[in-house]
């Protein structure tokens, strides 16, 4: 059974400052995506990474997808205030559904 | 072009009460599938359907059921709600079942069981 663990599940940082987010999946994964949902809100899709090696940006955000070692990770550079939310990775492996993992709560502080 | 839309927005019911939420998917997708988003938690997914028919269903029990219509909106109904049962549940909608195609999100109905 596909399991989804991201690391860390609380994050604080200061502005300015890097730092990268880590989800791991336990079996293969067609696609793996990375949403951010603020509080009381949906879920906003930012990335979906398709293939070993795939990597996207996005203002201050990269994720990118290493399929043999079965790792994405998302990338924060530049830490600003509006990116304080809780950070999502799904693996959608097969099947019809999407599998999630506990998500990040990101703080980001000036 | 009109994204995923869900109603009602919030609702609260008491315990074993029923349920129905409701969910039109994006222009042009065919497949609904439905999460439940516990506070504090990632979604999970509850089932999806395709062509009038559930295709795959998560870990939950009977007390949760679904239907689509031939429009490709679609119904989930909660039976004898429990206080657990309190949480978001997301709709998202896909051109298609399996995991070809992406799924995309509507903006979720929050269910309080009190």
């Known amino acids: 059974e596909l399991k989804v663990e991201q690391n860390p599940l609380f994050l604080s940082m200061q502005e300015g400052k890097n730092y990268t987010i880590y989800c791991n999946y336990s079996?293969?994964?067609?696609?793996l995506y990375w949403y951010r949902q603020d509080p009381g809100k949906s879920l906003e899709s930012l990335f979906v990474?398709?293939?070993?090696?795939a990597v996207k940006q996005e203002g201050r955000l990269m994720a990118s997808l290493d399929t043999k070692a079965r790792l994405s990770t998302l990338h924060i550079t530049a830490a600003v205030h509006d990116l304080s939310a809780t950070y999502f990775c799904?693996?959608?492996?097969?099947?019809?559904?999407?599998?999630f993992g506990k998500g990040t709560k990101l703080t980001v502080n000036p | 072009d009109a994204g995923v839309t869900q109603s009602p927005t919030h609702l609260i019911k008491t315990r074993g009460q029923q349920v129905t939420l409701r969910c039109s998917p994006k222009?042009?997708?065919?497949?609904v599938s439905w999460y439940q988003q516990a506070l504090g938690q990632g979604p999970q997914f509850i089932f999806q359907?395709?062509?009038?028919?559930?295709?795959q269903r998560g870990n939950f029990p009977d007390r949760f059921s679904g239907h689509q219509f031939p429009n490709y909106s679609s119904e989930l109904n909660v039976n004898a709600l429990l206080l657990g049962d309190s949480a978001l549940y997301l709709c998202?909608?896909?051109?298609?079942?399996?995991?070809?195609?992406?799924?995309?999100f509507g903006p979720g109905t929050r269910l309080t069981v009190t």
């Open positions: 799904a693996s959608q492996g097969g099947s019809e559904k999407l599998v």
């Open positions: 998202a909608s896909s051109l298609g079942p399996g995991s070809a195609y992406e799924q995309y």
């Open positions: 222009s042009g997708h065919d497949t």
């Open positions: 079996t293969t994964s067609d696609r």
């Open positions: 359907y395709y062509e009038e028919e559930e295709r």
């Open positions: 990474l398709l293939s070993n090696g």
